[in-house]
């Protein structure tokens, strides 16, 4: 028949699956006449063979009515008692649902067709007569006329007069007696159904990666699609989203999108409410997709037959057989798949019902050591894991406090400004504020709701996106409260719409996963387990020498009933999130409004917006921006409102994060957070980063910086409040408030008393007066920030999570108030636990006073501590009287870090006895210039390593003095020979001055950069004449750049040749591709720039050498971050600088050098170049490439640059361990033969530990996510 479907699968004559196998045989004599007929219409004669076209047929009688039609030998899938009478039941349900077919389809008509799969060659052919090929998925409303692939044959069906009841019959006699032809002719596309069949069962891999270039180029077609199922599933619109995936299945071009996951999802709906019939079509149309199914197939499968309490245990059986032949177990089910609420115990139920004593095998993963941390997970019979200072109930309830601020999703706090006293101004302006947002507030509700009738209305079935899904995921008020919040924030100079968009869109998300994980009953599973995981923090439990992650994997593996915690949630892409905030920002522009006399009654009354779409400039390019009105301005800043509101992952935590155990499981308890921070949009870093196997050193170092509790320096944040409510301070880096901001002149530029140059002049002056007020309300926004986080935590104890960016450097999770702040926030913070000085922590604490100060940096240990110990008095006077006294502190280079290091010291020297003194200050051990220290050892530069004390030496180097050294030599010389400039530098090259450029240059600064860096501190010394500033500024960075090629000859070979092997690898640059993204606001352009398929050589040449050494940095840090946790000391690190209690500064020293030397003594640039050589220079890339090119690519990659003669001739000691060799690396040899011996020993990269993985953390990471750099 032409209006029913004919629905084959694609295997079907080879294979047979679940809905295949629930049979057994009858004879023919059981059979009746329609079975009979059924039979003989069965088997079609095509190019001269017979082959069995179809085995079974779904056809769709109404919405909730399905009749399964099916071949004698599959007749007792029906449990009846009688053949005969079944099939009687069938005949006459088939022609009485048969007209409702034919009505439902009637703007849809088409010639049926069905596949003949014959050795994998697929013909369309005509359906038979039989009338049993119908769509196994069409749900009861009309879709639209839609495009097809499947070819037209060569009759179609006209209307006439007939009516409908006549013309079905006739169809039906006349494809009876018509031949079906081998082949139809031909192409044009026409509406489809959601059977539609699918040429090739198994996509080639060229089209499958194909398909992904254009889904990143489309903005992550399939995330898309993923998402907006998944919300449409949660905001409880089923039809919506069963509708939306038939659209996609209906058109091939749109189905080679489709992955089993997205079937998947439609039937774990169906299995919640038990609907077998349901799973069963869509099981067929993954057999159309020419998809397999998957675990997640199986699963949903299995959760349904264990809801359905009839459920026979044949099908069951037969159900986990299909998935044996499919390479699957049960145990697969339970150990992959994620399952939500009662899923898993559904499953189990199943599967209990034919086994009735089994029981999931749930193992730990088989995790892979790198060769660098062997030992430590090995060996671990001395080590000592720290214990928190708390008890076990007080973290269950620190525990239950951080829980419902996650569920709020927000947190209002007062602000440090409220200790104002309110004046009757701004208590006017504050009630004025309040009456107006509860206005909006009622305004955008009823906006809303409009706006989602209106996108409700669009046709479902359509194949397009549309916003109404994400829209509905929470309550309106909850959008219209994210709405009000965003008004508050905004600055008063305005905002690009993008960036408003994409952090309104990110708000949303974040509050659809924390309810997500509510409704998939996450919370109360997660309660139970952390309660059990505070067994191994708590100090009143016993020892256990278990990692974190080891422990939190163990007690999820006991406690695996209920639903998953790790997977649960999918990411939105980055333009569902920006078109989503967007239409948010819309809506407030078109809706919000004020009256024009609110603050002036003689102004003329009229309703104004309160905020502004306008454009303007950055460079060249033109950015929509979102300005508040001025007089909403002026009302925020007279009300000074004393409650500050934010997101809840923005805060510190109040209890211990959740140990990271997997890429996408940590950190927070239900807030969604990464491992890895990544560029918006971005999912090339995302995809590598699952693909590494060996991440667990990573995972266990951000565990261990994550315990680390802290607590606010209390004293030392009065102070600070007190200067920030009085004017600030910018010698003490405290923003002033923006009354002290210069005013912006006004003038009439119609005036024709002024010049052209005074205008000019006095256009400038605006410019510039405005940029002054919008920089100092930024640093005054910051820093009331910062500080009313700080003061709201004043009387906790709180923890940073940690992640990472893709070299390994990591940081705190909260982005306003953490460690790897300024001055002022690293002088709020102190370790929550104490520990006793000992006998060399007061040492240590002036040691690390005289550090902050910039003071004695060439002065041996010995000399620091005699010159804290003259200092004394000044010490004491600074901690007694800050303000009022002596002010010693304030010229350091690190004034308030200083000022708590003074009553620190303080308070120790006047103690009973200062050795049993309880501390809770942070000492710091910063390195010295630790990338040239990397650069140094890996090119075993002995000068170079000398002066960044790498060396055995009487006295500590400063690499930045002995720089400004030799460039004063320089400055000598070149004064001597009449150098005009030369002579004018005299007594003006000082360590401040070059040292940026020096700290930068080893992470790519180029001259330009380099010199305006000696530019700005040039104009900072107030003696310097003006004049000569851009000519010096020149001739001081050559200097620079010269004296340190001189100092560190390998360390500049091997950044040279690394910029030179980067610029050969990547010759060619694709520009980026762009999104435009229409809003009836403005058109947004999205640039994707960081997927590209050919990256940018000369950001890759620029970028290469930092984000090496950066990795080596990293790597550094985590190695001593492990054994620091494994020697039981406290330890946080910024980057290079390392923190820990002044008791344990030595043992956290003598750490330190002995992994900088482990880390050292691996042949890195040897790996690299292995690495590099099998990434480019074997397979399918180095096929594309011509001989000569191929060649000289080979010898650039297998020449590893030359290493100091002293270092390799010997071994040598150095100040990281009286004990500790630097290591030779072996002799280079020459390129061909070096490529000549690996092609004889059939070189493979085994992706294991000896793989460098530079990339993050440099010995951690395999060296298939060495890609990393490079996307």
Not at 990 to 1010: A, E, I, L, N, P
Not at 1137 to 1162: G, P, Y
């Amino acid at each position: 028949m032409s209006l029913l479907r004919v629905c084959a699968f694609a295997k079907c004559v080879s294979r047979r699956t679940l809905f295949d196998k629930c049979a057994v045989r009858v004879s023919p004599a059981d059979r009746c006449p329609l079975c009979v007929s059924t039979r003989d219409g069965g088997v079609r004669r095509i190019s001269g063979e017979a082959v069995s076209v179809v085995r079974r047929y779904v056809i769709v009688l109404s919405h909730d009515v399905m009749v399964l039609l099916i071949l004698p030998a599959k007749l007792h899938l029906f449990p009846v008692q009688s053949r005969t009478s079944f099939c009687n039941v069938v005949y006459s349900h088939w022609i009485f649902f048969s007209l409702s077919v034919l009505k439902a389809r009637i703007q849809q008509l088409q010639p049926d067709v069905v596949l003949d799969v014959h050795h994998a060659n697929v013909q369309f052919v005509k359906a038979p007569s039989s009338g049993r090929g119908v769509s196994s998925g069409k749900g009861p409303k009309v879709a639209p006329k839609e495009k097809t692939d499947i070819p037209k044959s060569g009759k179609t069906l006209k209307k006439n007069k007939l009516t409908k009841e006549e013309r079905l019959p006739q169809k039906i006699q006349k494809n009876v007696k018509e031949k079906p032809s081998g082949k139809s002719k031909g192409s044009k596309k026409v509406g489809t159904t959601a059977a539609a069949a699918t040429v090739n069962p198994q996509r080639p891999e060229e089209e499958e990666e194909d398909v992904e270039v254009a889904a990143a180029a489309c903005g992550d077609v399939q995330l898309s699609i993923r998402s907006y199922l998944e919300a449409c599933v949660f905001a409880g619109d089923v039809e919506r989203a069963h509708s939306f995936l038939l659209s996609q299945h209906r058109v091939r071009s749109r189905r080679k999108l489709l992955n089993t996951d997205f079937y998947n999802i439609m039937m774990r709906v169906w299995a919640k409410k038990g609907t077998l019939n349901q799973i069963g079509r869509i099981f067929i149309l993954l057999e159309e997709a020419g998809l397999k199914p998957n675990l997640g197939s199986y699963c949903t499968a299995l959760e349904c037959m264990g809801r359905n309490p009839g459920c026979q245990p044949k099908l069951i059986t037969r159900c986990l057989r299909q998935m044996e032949e499919d390479g699957l177990s049960a145990d697969d089910l339970f150990s992959q798949c994620v399952f939500r609420q009662d899923e898993r115990d559904m499953v189990l139920k199943a599967v209990h019902l034919v086994q009735p004593d089994y029981k999931p095998r749930l193992h730990a993963r088989a995790a892979q050591c790198p060769s660098l941390v062997q030992e430590f997970y090995t060996q671990r019979a001395d080590h000592q894991y720290p214990k928190l200072d708390f008890t076990q109930e007080e973290l269950q309830e620190r525990f239950r406090q951080q829980l419902r601020l996650e569920e709020d999703c927000t947190v209002t706090i007062d602000s440090v400004e409220a200790a104002k006293p309110v004046t009757d101004h701004m208590a006017k302006m504050r009630k004025l504020l309040a009456d107006h947002r509860a206005q909006w507030q009622k305004i955008l509700l009823q906006a809303l709701r409009e706006s989602k009738m209106i996108l409700a209305n669009t046709n479902t079935k359509d194949y397009r996106l549309n916003l109404y899904p994400y829209l509905c995921v929470l309550e309106d008020r909850e959008y219209v409260d994210i709405m009000i919040q965003s008004v508050a924030s905004l600055p008063p100079s305005g905002e690009s719409l993008k960036i408003l968009g994409r952090d309104l869109g990110h708000r949303v998300y974040t509050k659809y996963c924390v309810q997500q994980k509510q409704q998939n009953q996450v919370v109360e599973k997660l309660r139970n387990i952390y309660n059990a995981y505070t067994d191994l923090l708590a100090k009143d439990t016993k020892e256990c020498i278990v990692l974190p992650s080891e422990y939190w994997g163990r007690l999820e593996r006991e406690q695996s009933s209920g639903p998953s915690l790790q997977g649960g949630e999918t990411h939105w892409p980055y333009i569902v999130s920006v078109e989503l905030g967007i239409y948010m920002v819309d809506m407030m522009v078109k809706n919000l409004k004020m009256n024009s006399d609110v603050l002036n009654p003689a102004f003329e009354r009229k309703l104004i917006p309160i905020l502004y779409h306008m454009y303007t400039f950055r460079n060249t390019r033109q950015v929509g921006f979102i300005k508040p009105h001025p007089i909403l301005i002026q009302m925020q800043q007279d009300a000074m409102e004393s409650k500050l509101t934010f997101d809840s992952y923005v805060m510190p935590m109040l209890c211990p994060p959740v140990p990271w155990t997997s890429v996408k499981f940590g950190a927070y308890l239900l807030t969604p957070s990464k491992l890895m921070r990544t560029v918006e949009g971005a999912t090339q870093h995302e995809v590598l980063l699952e693909k590494c196997q060996n991440l667990l050193p990573v995972l266990d170092s951000l565990n261990q910086l994550g315990n680390c509790a802290w607590s606010i320096n209390k004293p030392l944040l009065d102070i600070i409040i007190s200067i920030f409510n009085d004017r600030g301070s910018d010698k003490l880096d405290i923003p002033p408030p923006l009354s002290e901001a210069p005013k912006i002149p006004h003038f009439n530029a119609q005036d024709p008393a002024y010049t052209s140059a005074e205008k000019a002049h006095m256009k400038r002056d605006v410019i510039n007066a405005k940029k002054k007020c919008s920089e100092m309300h930024s640093l005054r926004m910051d820093a009331l920030y910062k500080l009313s986080i700080a003061n709201h935590m004043r009387d906790e104890i709180f923890w940073f999570p940690h992640n990472m960016d893709f070299r390994g450097r990591t940081y705190p999770c909260p982005p306003y108030f953490n460690h790897l702040g300024s001055d002022v926030t690293r002088a709020l913070l102190l370790f929550a636990e104490g520990k006793p000085l000992g006998p060399k922590g007061l040492d240590w604490l002036k040691i690390h006073l005289v550090n902050l100060t910039g003071l004695k940096k060439r002065s041996s240990l010995e000399g620091r501590l005699e010159y804290a110990n003259s200092i004394m008095e000044d010490v004491l006077d600074s901690a007694d009287n800050p303000l009022n006294g002596n002010k010693w502190w304030m010229n350091a280079d690190e004034p308030w870090q200083a000022l708590g290091c003074c009553m620190e010291i303080a308070n120790a020297v006047r103690s009973p006895d200062p050795t049993n003194f309880i501390s809770n200050f942070p000492v710091h051990q910063d390195g010295s210039c630790n990338g040239l220290q990397h650069y140094a050892a890996l090119g075993r530069d002995v000068i170079g390593a000398t002066s960044v004390n790498l060396m055995p030496c009487e006295m500590p180097q400063d690499v930045y003095s002995g720089v400004a050294q030799q460039v004063e030599e320089f400055r000598v010389r070149d004064a001597q020979s009449g150098m005009k400039i030369a002579q004018v530098l005299e007594g003006f090259i000082s360590r401040k001055v070059v040292k940026q450029t020096v700290m930068t240059v080893v992470y790519g600064v180029t001259r330009y950069g380099g010199r305006l860096q000696i530019e700005k501190r040039l104009k900072e010394i107030e003696d310097f004449p003006k004049e000569h500033v851009w000519d010096a500024s020149h001739y001081l960075v050559r200097m620079v750049f010269s004296g340190l090629k001189e100092m560190f000859t390998g360390t500049r070979e091997i950044q040279v040749r690394s910029m030179h092997l980067i610029t050969y690898m990547f010759s060619s640059n694709k520009p980026p591709h762009s999104i435009h993204l229409k809003s009836t606001i403005q058109l947004i352009n999205l640039q994707i720039s960081h997927d590209a398929k050919e990256p940018d050589t000369v950001k890759q040449k620029n970028a290469f050498p930092p984000n090496f050494i950066h990795s080596l940095d990293s790597t550094h840090m985590m190695l001593t971050a492990l054994h620091c946790y494994s020697a039981g000391l406290t330890f946080v690190s910024v980057h290079d600088c390392f923190w820990t209690h002044a008791l344990t500064v030595d043992t956290m020293n003598k750490i330190c050098r002995e992994q900088f030397v482990a880390l050292h003594s691996q042949p890195i640039l040897r790996e690299l170049s292995d690495f590099l050589l099998q990434k480019y220079c074997t397979g399918a890339e180095a096929k594309n490439k011509k001989y000569q090119e191929y060649r000289r690519l080979m010898l650039l990659l297998a020449k590893v640059p030359q290493t100091g003669e002293s270092a390799r001739s010997r071994p040598r000691h150095c100040w990281r361990g009286p004990t500790c060799r630097i290591l030779p690396s072996p002799n280079c040899t020459e390129g061909d033969s070096y490529v000549l011996k690996l092609r004889s020993e059939g070189y493979q990269d085994d992706g294991g530990c000896h793989s460098v993985g530079f990339l993050f953390p440099s010995r951690f990471i395999t060296a298939s996510s060495c890609r990393l750099l490079f996307a």
